[in-house]
């Protein structure tokens, strides 16, 4: 009897398996990467905080900033002027006695312009602090502190006083700087409004703009006694 051997297959070689640590840390790795696109894409999503009022006042003022350059070779000539301006004063403030006109004082004494959008804002903010119908209460349209005798709740001489004292708080307290600064360049309502707020002038700042009034400011004339 002949036997005849076959000849042996080869086994299919069994797959490398990777060390246990050196899969874990894959994943490890894996889960690092799909965590830190994660965190991305929620800072991604989350929107920058809003500027304050004095960063918003810089930027306008950067933005409306003007540049003059004069030639040398420019000449002086001389100008013959044959009409003349008029800028109301306190008489004539006085003599119409309305609240524009009392924040048109204000604007003067604080050497501001009587600017639209400054008036606007400031008989707003009158009207949020006493109301527009009776806005020469105690003869402190703004309810300002300084130098009334009863912080907020304090009583003036008569309203051309009350004007200068107004002008004076905003110029000389560091926390009211903005607001003249905003006054001081004509700056949009919403940016003086906003300084307004942010300022410690009513301890509830307004409500952040929330308690803030926008309809049209009536005109009303206080009593001539309380001009003084």
């Known amino acids: 009897m002949t036997f005849t051997s076959r000849p042996t297959e080869p086994r299919p070689s069994a797959p490398l398996r990777q060390p246990r640590r050196r899969r874990a840390s894959r994943r490890l790795a894996v889960g690092a990467a799909l965590a ?14 809003p500027p304050n009022a004095a960063a918003q006042l810089d930027a306008y003022i950067r933005s409306h900033a003007q540049t003059l350059r004069v030639s040398q070779e420019a000449a002086a000539t001389a100008v013959t002027r044959d009409r003349y301006g008029f800028a109301p004063g306190t008489a004539s403030l006085a003599s119409s006695g309305s609240n524009f006109d009392w924040a048109k004082l204000v604007m003067l004494d604080g050497g501001w312009p009587t600017s639209d959008a400054n008036i606007t804002v400031f008989t707003r903010w009158m009207r949020q602090e006493n109301g527009a119908n009776d806005w020469w209460n105690r003869n402190n349209p703004l309810n300002n502190g300084l130098g009334s005798g009863g912080g907020g709740t304090g009583t003036y001489a008569n309203l051309v006083i009350a004007a200068q004292k107004v002008a004076e708080n905003l110029h000389r307290n560091p926390g009211f700087a903005t607001i003249a600064e905003a006054f001081a360049v004509s700056a949009p309502t919403n940016i003086t409004e906003a300084a307004i707020w942010a300022s410690p002038w009513a301890s509830s700042h307004y409500a952040n703009g929330t308690h803030w009034h926008y309809t049209p400011v009536e005109s009303f004339t206080a009593p001539a006694s309380a001009w003084g």
């Open 36 to 49: 830190s696109l994660a965190l991305i894409g929620t800072f991604a999503l989350v929107p920058p905080a």
